[in-house]
């Protein structure tokens, strides 16, 4: 099937059943999802990345660029590697603008704020716009899409504050 086609119709079934079940107990669920992939980017840990994603991931980058799961993780393999011998270290954090869900899948949107400090403690902050779907697989969340962008360097601090913490789960139970 075509990717965007896929994604289109992913897309139409997560809105279609919006209102069916959002739960707190949903967003829990999924914030132990976002609580591994924070913990592999503290730890410079690429496996903990593989546990979270489905093996069937689609990975788009803002700079149109599309990958899968093999490559996707690889990737971080070798970005995780890199860091650790160069003794960077990262802390990533998340900020939401929509979060959708049900019982089987779900659709959040938000911004990223990723801190990468350098051995002399010299920190950069780098900021982002992500969209991830989610599925169940075996009873498990896994990330199936994921796409980001710096929306050609438009997204900053204020963006990241401006959308809704990760514990904020009454802004998204309607």
Known sequence: ????????LFSVVIFSMQAQHQSESNLKELNLVWSKFYM???SLDYSKMAEIHSKKLIRISGEQKITDYENYISNYKKRFKKAREEQVT???AL????RIQNDSVASERGIYKLVRTDKN???KAYY????VLFIKEHKEWKI???YDSNEKNTIGEASFQNAKSIEDFKSFIK
């Open 40 to 42: 592999a980017f503290d």
């Open 1 to 8: 099937m075509n990717t965007r086609l896929f994604v289109f």
């Open 95 to 98: 900020r939401f603008f929509e």
């Open 90 to 92: 990262n802390k990533i």
């Open 144 to 146: 199936l899409m994921d």
């Open 121 to 123: 403690q010299n920190s």
């Open 128 to 131: 982002g716009q992500f969209h």
